[in-house]
Antibody, heavy 121, light 110 residues
Framework: EVQLVESGGGSVQPGGSLRLSCAAS????????MSWVRQAPGKGLEWVSY????????HYAGSAKGRFTSSRDNDKNSLYLQMNSLRAEDTAVYYC??????????????WGRGTLVTVSS | QSVLTQPPSASGAPGQRVTISCSGG????????VNWYQQFPGTAPRVLIY???QRPSGVPDRFSGSKSGTSASLAISGLQSEDEADYYC???????????FGGGTKLTVL
């Protein structure tokens, strides 16, 4: 069974840091590009970052650039998101998503259940 | 303000056909395939349509996708109460160098 399980969410004060993890199983993780997608309470979906299967290519949304760092460990079948300088507007459920990408096609075909990050003083 | 524009809401009676639009530009829908996601309250999204008009296994053929130029549509025929959910379109944007979502459409089955 394909599974993506996020962890590491919680409450943090503005300016603080958190590291999210996503444990993958049931598929060949090292062959899959991966993304983080977030959803603020009552709001829509927002893509945060993408990392290629090898880890060599990484893209960030403007809201994440300079503050968030995506990484992966293919030996551990794990994806990570280091989030620094957190702001109230980063409060959201963060989903880990398996990502299919080509030059003309891009979609998230595997999803975890998400982990909630709350940034508040 | 989302890069892709969707109506915030849509509705239809059981058995009817409903269409949800997604409007973008040349750097996103005009250059890349469009995907649609379905999300029920409190749950993770799932891909409903990928590569403009392809259905993953398990998705009923009542759901169909199409694209023309810089716009795309999701059609749901034979509407059922269990179709009541939020629907999002998405694609890649060359100008932003990132994935973009529509703001989402809340579908109500009357």
């Amino acid at each position: 069974e394909v599974q993506l399980v996020e962890s590491g969410g919680g409450s943090v004060q503005p300016g603080g840091s958190l590291r999210l993890s996503c444990a993958a199983s049931g598929f060949t993780f090292s062959s899959y590009g991966m993304s983080w997608v977030r959803q603020a309470p009552g709001k829509g979906l927002e893509w945060v970052s993408y990392i290629s299967s090898s880890g060599f290519t990484i893209h960030y949304a403007g809201s994440a650039k300079g503050r968030f760092t995506s990484s992966r460990d293919n030996d551990k079948n794990s994806l990570y998101l280091q989030m620094n300088s957190l702001r109230a507007e980063d409060t959201a459920v963060y989903y880990c998503a398996g990502t299919y990408s080509t030059d003309t096609d891009w979609y998230f075909d595997l999803w975890g259940r998400g982990t909630l990050v709350t940034v508040s003083s | 303000q989302s890069v892709l524009t969707q109506p915030p809401s849509a509705s239809g009676a059981p058995g009817q056909r409903v269409t949800i639009s997604c409007s973008g530009g040349t750097s996103n829908i005009g250059s890349h395939a469009v995907n649609w996601y379905q999300q029920f309250p409190g749950t993770a999204p799932r891909v409903l349509i990928y590569t403009d008009n392809q259905r993953p296994s398990g998705v009923p053929d009542r759901f169909s996708g199409s694209k023309s130029g810089t716009s795309a549509s999701l059609a749901i025929s034979g509407l059922q109460s269990e179709d009541e959910a939020d629907y999002y379109c998405a694609t890649w944007d060359d100008s932003l160098i990132g994935a973009v979502f529509g703001g989402g459409t809340k579908l109500t089955v009357l």
